[in-house]
């Protein structure tokens, strides 16, 4: 770790664990379980912990938009049977996609604490820079045998 900018890929900002402490709180090198693993090594680990749940909720969000944008149902990767049934499942998927960006906003509120602010807000950064996007395969696709011609989606 070094007191420089970090970049999150082999240096990270150094926790608030002093300031914590002295407030009666624990900080992240509190919560080692590893004895044998180094302050840099626990720390790196937690980086990837956090790194990889943004990611995941990220990739949600953006498989939930693209469920609306295409009318599909996000368990099946199909249009609903029946048109009316439609309202409840955007319904469901606008309110899944609240939930999950709160608990996205709650990570790094918890990144923040141990870490800082400032180090949160550019941790996030370095998370949503863009990336390639890849097409979603739906269910359907991940369960088809590639040579029957009936079962490749529209």
């Known amino acids: ?3 420089s900018a970090p970049d999150f890929a082999h240096t990270f900002p150094r926790p608030r664990d002093e300031e914590l402490n002295r407030a009666g709180r624990q900080g ?3 919560q080692k379980e590893d004895d044998t693993q180094s302050d840099d090594e626990w720390i790196a680990f937690q980086h990837r912990c956090w790194s ?12 939930l938009d693209f469920c609306l944008e295409r009318g ?3 368990a099946t990767g199909a249009r609903p049977r029946r048109l ?18 709160q608990h996205l906003d709650a990570l790094f509120d918890d990144y ?18 863009p990336t390639p996007r ?7 696709d991940l369960f088809a045998d590639p ?7 529209d």
């Not at 009316?84 to 960006?101: G, M, P, S, V």
């Not at 040579?147 to 989606?153: E, I, L």
């Open 1 to 3: 770790m070094t007191p």
């Open 52 to 63: 990889e749940e943004f990611q995941d909720g990220l990739l949600t969000l953006d498989y």
């Open 134 to 140: 890849t097409d979603f395969a739906v269910q359907r």
């Open 72 to 74: 599909l149902h996000p």
């Open 84 to 101: 009316t049934k439609w309202t409840h499942i955007e319904q469901d998927i606008k309110t899944e996609q609240t939930a999950l960006r």
């Open 147 to 153: 040579t029957d011609p009936c079962a490749a989606s």
């Open 28 to 30: 992240i090198l509190d």
């Open 112 to 129: 923040g604490n141990y870490f800082g602010d400032e180090a949160a807000q550019q941790f996030r950064t370095f998370l949503t820079q």
